[in-house]
């Protein structure tokens, strides 16, 4: 069996962070071991919110615990989400280090959450510039979305073609997979009914589509299901476009559960057999 160290918020009401993550890991035979960076009584889109920042202090003592009992060798993969505060960047990369120390193979999934007024979602100062100058240099996994990807480019992305030359900026700077989540009007198709999402890795460019359901509300916690849900995907079969395959029909069948249910909140418990065993059997088509 895989482990993860899932380092992102929590919610206690509904689904973001690691409570959108953590289940479906867990029904794909992955154990995680959930560290979260916030403990909100539900997500910031909601407009409010109580609860706090964990300790910055808490994610490293932590790591030095697993060490302690010398667990971080058993660790495949370190993930980190939406994080509380700048400092917090630090201690990730100090968990990482640990990681690494004990086990070279280990992975590094960064899901590089930033501010999005659209959303409302609320991100601490400097997150972002920690993100560039400290995880990007080390992630072997980035799961950006186009809002993440723009904030992180050094140049405007409007157009299918923007969106590769970004992707594969950020391979050139080591990053090993970049998925691309929900290119919206950037996208290939450019279908307002179709959800569209790429991975760069060295070896090429693939794409995979499925379709956008309307929602009233639009769900929060879908980029962290992606991640998620990749990771797991990867670690069980240790083939790239496999796991994007598997992770894009295992998300479509959430979305359309949590559609079809009328939810603002995923609903990954109610879809846990599409999880297991998707319906759909939508394939990625190489573009580069």
Aim: with cysteine; net charge negative; charged share 20%.
């Amino acid at each position: 069996m895989k482990n993860v160290l899932s380092i992102q918020s929590h919610v206690v009401y509904g689904f973001a962070g690691n409570k959108s993550a953590t289940f479906p890991m867990q029904l794909l035979g992955i154990d995680v071991w959930a560290l979260n960076t916030v403990q909100f009584s539900n997500h910031t889109q909601y407009g409010k919110w109580t609860g706090m920042v964990i300790p910055q202090e808490q994610i490293g003592e932590i790591a030095n615990g697993l060490d302690a009992i010398g667990k971080l060798q058993e660790c495949d993969a370190l993930l980190s989400g939406y994080l509380g505060s700048a400092e917090q960047v630090d201690q990730i990369i100090y968990a990482l280090e640990k990681i690494k120390a004990r086990n070279p193979n280990a992975l590094y999934l960064c899901d590089p959450v930033m501010p999005n007024a659209e959303k409302v979602c609320v991100v601490a100062d400097g997150v972002r510039e920690r993100l560039i100058e400290k995880a990007i240099p080390r992630a072997d996994i980035m799961t950006p979305n186009l809002s993440e990807l723009r904030t992180l480019s050094d140049f405007p992305i409007n157009t299918f073609d923007d969106v590769l030359k970004a992707a594969n900026a950020l391979v050139a700077k080591g990053v090993k997979k970049v998925l691309i989540k929900h290119l919206g009007v950037a996208g290939k198709l450019n279908d307002p009914d179709t959800f569209e999402i790429i991975m760069a890795t060295p070896e090429g460019v693939w794409h995979l589509s499925r379709p956008l359901y309307k929602f009233n509300f639009e769900p929060v916690g879908v980029g962290d299901l992606i991640a998620g849900t990749f990771l797991a995907h990867y670690l069980n079969c240790g083939n790239d476009v496999e796991a994007f395959e598997k992770m894009n029909n295992a998300v479509a069948g959430v979305m359309k559960t949590t559609f079809d249910l009328k939810s603002y909140e995923l609903q990954p418990i109610a879809a846990r057999f599409e999880i297991l065993n998707p319906s759909t059997n939508y394939k990625a088509v190489k573009v580069v």
